[in-house]
């Protein structure tokens, strides 16, 4: 199992970046996929998910500025993220679970990209 993310990098504020994260070696298309992020010092926190059936939904920080999609033919997901602001400065983590009648049955993380953005 792999999950591989990238498009992260130093952006000013105001600016957009995309991530993508590639799966492989499991059912993409069945597992619910999220975008989470960690600044250092704190907490990974969710910023966005998408389920199997294409449901989103997005952390209130970020709402109106992120979308969140996935791509099951290219067994990828993506976060274009918009209108970038400092305090979304951060490790962008891809993760990949699912879940059956309440029951995590496998749960994937990526290695992380950094977003850093500047005032």
């Known amino acids: 199992v792999q999950l591989v993310e990238s498009g992260g990098g130093l952006v000013q504020a105001g600016g957009s970046l995309r991530l993508s994260c590639a799966a492989s070696?499991?059912?993409?298309?069945?597992?619910?996929m999220g975008w989470y992020r960690q600044a250092p010092g704190k907490q990974r926190d969710l910023v966005a998910a998408?389920?199997?059936?294409?449901?989103?939904n997005y952390a209130d920080s970020v709402k109106g500025r992120f979308t969140i999609s996935r791509d099951n033919a290219k067994n990828t997901v993506y976060l274009q993220m918009n209108d970038l602001k400092p305090e979304d400065t951060a490790v962008y983590y891809c993760?990949?679970?699912?879940?059956?009648?309440?029951?995590?049955?496998?749960?994937?993380w990526g290695q992380g990209t950094q977003v850093t953005v500047s005032s």
């Open positions: 070696g499991f059912s993409f298309s069945s597992y619910y």
């Open positions: 993760n990949a679970k699912l879940e059956f009648r309440g029951a995590t049955l496998s749960d994937y």
């Open positions: 998408i389920t199997s059936g294409g449901t989103t």
